[in-house]
């Protein structure tokens, strides 16, 4: 029974480990996408340090991505950039393959 309980155990250590790594990657893809929309605005590196944090915690306001979109699209919209939904779920893509390679590369060190 020993060795069925360390496989449990095994098992159960790689889907917190998985799930870990999967809340970092969306987390800094979030700060990404925050610090991509800030340069769009035109804030300065303090805003968009705190611009980054707030689109962070947009993304527990409902389960999926649609909650960040709203927020970012809302906010380029409000400051006077030209933007639309497409290019934010683009720009939502090429931020996650970006924080992957970033978490990633930062476990390996």
């Known amino acids: 029974m020993t060795?069925?309980?360390?496989r449990e155990r095994a098992f159960e250590s790689k889907f917190a480990h998985d799930e870990e790594m999967k809340f970092r990657m969306i987390a800094r893809r979030n700060r990404l996408l925050?610090?991509?929309a800030a340069r769009k605005m035109g804030l300065s590196a303090e805003e968009t340090?705190?611009?980054a944090k707030d689109v962070i915690r947009?993304?527990?306001?409902?389960?999926?991505?649609?909650d960040v979109i709203?927020?970012?699209?809302?906010?380029?919209?409000?400051a006077g950039v030209d933007s639309d939904e497409s290019r934010i779920r683009d720009a939502l893509g090429h931020k996650l393959v970006e924080a992957?390679?970033?978490v990633i590369q930062q476990s390996n060190l």
């Open 34 to 36: 925050g610090e991509w």
């Open 100 to 102: 992957k390679r970033q």
């Open 49 to 51: 340090v705190t611009y």
């Open 3 to 6: 060795q069925f309980n360390d």
């Open 58 to 66: 947009a993304d527990f306001e409902e389960a999926g991505d649609e």
């Open 70 to 78: 709203r927020k970012v699209l809302g906010d380029l919209t409000a």
